[in-house]
DNA sequence: AAAAAATGGTGATTTGAATCATTCTTAAAA
DNA sequence: TTTTAAGAATGATTCAAATCACCATTTTTT
């Protein structure tokens, strides 16, 4: 067995840091000078994945989901963005395009910045510099992580994975609502609409969670826990 | 359809730049001092996943695999290495242990480095730091690319595309010989031993490819892009 | 050189999940 | 309110690939 283990989702999605106290004040009067605040509704195309690249986005309010465009009407959502989380780096750092959309999932609010800034922030600031790599790299274990799951565990413990996601790393709470349709959670759990919702009736009548419409209630993490560990 | 196409392999494990040419002198010099060379025959452990990390590795020469162990006994190869690329930074920079495993496939020579005279080579040299992190995005997006291939595409698109990766990325040539058993091949491809070997007999008898052994050459790339493009 | 182990290859069978088809339900538009 | 559309749910069927069971061949060890 091995010490590291397939948890499908890790705290990724979480900020580890705020601007306001990494940057200093002529960085953080550039940052906001340089910077446009935008609001979307509650679902907007925020960047279109093939699109240029131009800038990366600070999420300021609300929820994003990062979003892989496969093919024709195939699509993947890598991971939700939260408040304090950057989209848009991985793409903007490497690419000439956005390699993933990203959308809203409710009223958010958010800061663009040229890519030219981000990279003069992070030349200024060696701190806001290690943070960012920090982010990056854990963003790909995240991905290789992700991989993993999707390819090694099959469906019941690919859709435990995005409930104790949801529970763990977006509301913390073992009762929540989830601003996606079933084929979006179908989409994050890499399967299709019909097989996500056989998986979670099941679910529902082994009494392992409750669900009407889009809240749902943990009724045991422990089972979730093992579905999720043994694939 | 997407402007950005799945094409699963990209010329991510290239390096883009030569340690000797980014650095100054005294960092060189202090990077060959840090350093330490090592050797390692034609299957040997590198890094073990699961390990805690103390250094990432510059691979001299040779080739290295980078493997996710799964479950018990099911694996899956992340990338191939070359000389010129690193290995094991987004473990260093963003984990307690190794997320990954990464072992040679032939003779090899390394040189590792502490991850904190890494960080000080990144804080020194601006140019340095920004060819990593653009490698760790690079990274990040071609493992994007390789889970929506290995979640989207059936087995002919996801031979096609490892036969592909190791035609263009790898050995930049239509014959060559591939330094991987079938298992490895299939932990590659992500699937089993016998599904990939009657995969590759496919293609053998449709004209595809020629294969003897381990020695593979490439008959009609079109039809392996096609296959690719398509899934 | 003989024995053992690892790798390569093939056929038959099973199976998990995709697909197809349809109904029910909730939300939005006319 | 009625009509229309979008989302949720369930059953029946199909299918790609995993699994199982072998045998052949190559490589390694004794």
Redesign the interface.
Same mark, same amino acid.
């Given at each position: 067995?091995?010490?590291?283990e397939?948890v499908a989702v890790q705290k990724t999605t979480k900020p580890s840091f705020n601007i306001e106290e990494v940057l200093t004040a002529p960085e953080l009067a550039r940052f906001y000078e340089e910077s446009n605040r935008t609001e979307f509704g509650k679902r907007d195309t925020i960047f279109k994945?093939?699109?240029r690249v131009t800038e990366v986005a600070l999420v300021i309010s609300g929820l994003v989901k990062v979003t892989?465009?496969?093919?024709?009407g195939?699509n993947?959502i890598?991971r939700v963005a939260q408040p304090g989380c950057f989209v848009g780096? %991985?793409?903007?750092?490497?690419?000439e395009?956005?390699?993933?959309s990203v959308c809203s999932m409710e009223t958010t609010t958010i800061r663009t910045i040229s890519v030219d800034t981000l990279?003069w922030l992070?030349?200024s600031n060696?701190r806001f510099?290690?943070e960012i790599?920090?982010r990056?790299? %854990?963003?790909?274990?995240f991905?290789?992580?992700?991989? %993993?799951s999707?390819?090694?565990k099959q469906l019941p413990g690919r859709v435990a994975d995005i409930i104790l996601y949801f529970s763990q790393d977006i509301f913390s709470s073992n009762e929540f609502s989830i601003p996606l349709t079933r084929q979006e959670l179908a989409e994050l759990a890499?399967t299709t609409k019909e097989s996500l919702i056989r998986t979670l009736s099941e679910f529902k009548n082994d009494k392992i969670i409750d669900m009407n419409r889009n809240v749902f209630s943990i009724n045991s993490f422990n089972i979730l826990k093992t579905l999720s560990r043994l694939?």
């Open positions: 067995m091995n010490t590291t397939n994945q093939g699109s892989r465009e496969m093919r024709k195939k993947l890598l780096i %991985s793409s903007g750092l490497a690419s395009t956005y390699e993933y990279r992070m030349e060696h510099a290690n790599n920090q990056i790299c %854990s963003e790909n274990l991905n290789i992580s992700r991989l %993993s999707l390819l090694s890499g694939g």
